[in-house]
Nanobody, 124 residues
Framework: QVQLVESGGGLVQAGGSLRLSCVAS????????MGWYRQAPGKQRELVAG???????NYVDSVKGRFTISRDNAENTVYLQMNSLKPEDTAVYYC??????????????????WGQGTQVTVSS
């Protein structure tokens, strides 16, 4: 099985920074993309930032210039550096990974999994 373990959430004052980490583990053959989503109370879950194995990134407009997503392919880890945090960034942040699991490609299967979520709270 493949598991995602998230860390780095917490309480921070407006203007502060947090760094979220998400580590994928298990019999992973490859990961083609990882991303961070967030969901605030009463709102739809939205994509915050995504990154492919090749390094292509995309961000929701509201975080451009403030958040940076990066990936360590060798360690199957994705990070989200969040700077200049605003109260409206308060949400549960979820990690997502898309790839294939199994020791060999011929027997591998696709997967798309989510982490449990980590709370980010930004005080005004």
């Amino acid at each position: 099985q493949v598991q995602l373990v998230e860390s780095g959430g917490g309480l921070v004052q407006a203007g502060g920074s947090l760094r979220l980490s998400c580590v994928a583990s298990g019999s992973i053959f490859s990961i083609n993309a990882m991303g961070w989503y967030r969901q605030a109370p009463g709102k739809q879950r939205e994509l915050v930032a995504g990154i492919t194995s090749g390094g292509s990134t995309n961000y929701v407009d509201s975080v451009k210039g403030r958040f940076t997503i990066s990936r360590d392919n060798a360690e199957n880890t994705v990070y989200l550096q969040m700077n200049s945090l605003k109260p409206e960034d308060t949400a549960v942040y979820y990690c997502n990974a898309d790839g294939r699991y199994g020791r060999f490609y011929v027997s591998s299967r696709p997967f798309n999994i989510w982490g449990q979520g980590t709370q980010v709270t930004v005080s005004s």
